[in-house]
């Protein structure tokens, strides 16, 4: 059975930073398209940035600068660092794997930027 466990959430004051991870349980892992999505209470489910097998990245308009999206296939895992924290990142932050029909999510974690 496939698992995304994602950790690193929290609160954290404006400016601040935080690194999210997702360990993925999953055979192949190097062939997916990995991603980060958030969902702000009373708003859409948006992408925030991915990064495909070959590590070509894309970003959101809203975080370009400040996040940066990796992977390490080696531990089957891929990172959100997120730097320059607003209180408009505040969401919960899902990790995504995809390859072909194959689509997978974790549980989410909370990330809160408030002072």
């Known amino acids: 059975q496939v698992q995304l466990v994602e950790s690193g959430g929290g609160l954290v004051q404006p400016g601040g930073s935080l690194r999210l991870s997702c360990a993925a349980s999953?055979?192949?892992?190097?062939?997916?398209?990995m991603a980060w999505y958030r969902q702000a209470p009373g708003k859409q489910h948006e992408l925030v940035a991915n990064?495909?097998?070959?590590?070509?990245?894309t970003y959101t308009d809203s975080v370009k600068g400040r996040f940066t999206i990796s992977r390490d296939n080696a531990k089957n895992t891929v990172y959100l660092q997120m730097n320059s924290l607003k209180p408009e990142d505040t969401a919960v932050y899902y990790c995504?794997?995809?390859?072909?029909?194959?689509?997978?999510w974790g549980q989410g974690t909370q990330v809160t930027v408030s002072s």
């Open positions: 995504n794997a995809r390859l072909i029909f194959h689509n997978y």
């Open positions: 999953v055979s192949g892992f190097n062939n997916y398209l």
């Open positions: 990064i495909r097998s070959d590590s070509s990245t």
